[in-house]
């Protein structure tokens, strides 16, 4: 009961067949960020609950965001699921966007984490929207990067790179390997979902050849069947103009002897 639950949450319900496909991705995103975004609001309640009183403050400012952004996720699970996936899905991307271009601003253009959300949110914009979107966001994204990158050189934008000084940690590498995995398996998804449509494509077309064939074999069943029906009346026509020739001069060799009486 509950996979058959899971399963309607995330199904198109779009009938174009390419903007289904699109719909799916996008609701199995959005039921992964949702289960993602629940485990760290989870966390940091625990962590809220379990605080001193001088501590409490920033976990319950951190357990209050993170909800909300999971409320946030699962209300646009809720209008995909109504027929609102498109404008969701420029909503994700903005977001995703906005949160990357953010701490670039704030961690400086090379952090490592924000270069692999841009990727993420190109190959998201690719295959949530279109390929034309996502080269046109590739572009601002490297604008915007470019625009950054000059304005923390002349040290009008100070940045905070406190980060460079200290080693990677086993939270940055599982932070990479997770959009990594993200990357992945948008990726896995749409193939998949086009995998789907090509085999749809074929059977179409397997079964488009078939009733051709069939087609042909009652075409040609039905004009050897005119054929013999078209023969057989030139048959009959023939013996009626035959017997019209034996009339004829039987008649004829009956009037000869009735002229001469």
Aim: hydrophobic letters at 50%; aromatic letters at 10%; proline letters at 2%.
């Amino acid at each position: 009961m509950a996979t058959c639950y899971s399963v309607n949450i995330i199904n198109p319900h779009s009938t174009d067949k390419d903007q289904a496909q699109k719909e799916f991705v996008l609701n199995v995103l959005l039921a992964g960020l949702i289960l993602l975004t629940a485990l760290f609001a989870v966390s940091a309640w625990i962590g809220e609950f379990n605080a001193s009183p001088e501590e409490k403050a920033p976990y319950l400012g951190q357990a209050l965001e993170v909800t909300l952004i999971c409320l946030a996720f699962v209300v646009g699970l809720y209008l995909s699921r109504q027929g609102k996936s498109r404008s969701i899905a420029y909503s994700v991307i903005f977001l995703f966007l906005a949160a990357s271009l953010f701490s670039s601003y704030y961690f400086g253009v090379n952090a490592p984490q924000m270069l692999l959300a841009d990727a993420l949110i190109i190959v998201m914009s690719g295959i949530l929207i279109n390929a034309r979107f996502a080269i046109v966001l590739s572009a601002s994204i490297s604008m915007i990067l470019l625009l950054l990158t000059y304005l923390q050189e002349q040290k009008i934008i100070i940045i905070q790179d406190a980060w460079k000084s200290h080693p990677s940690t086993l939270r940055d590498t599982f932070l990479y390997s997770l959009t990594l995995f993200a990357i992945a398996g948008i990726s896995w998804l749409f193939n998949r979902e086009l995998e789907k449509a090509l085999q749809r494509a074929r059977w179409s077309e397997q079964a488009l050849l078939k009733h051709n064939q069939q087609l042909e074999k009652l075409v040609s069943k039905r004009t050897q069947q005119l054929q013999i029906s078209q023969a057989e009346k030139l048959s009959q026509i023939a013996n009626f103009a035959e017997f019209g020739k034996l009339a004829s001069g039987l008649f004829h060799d009956l009037a000869n002897p009735l002229t001469i009486v």
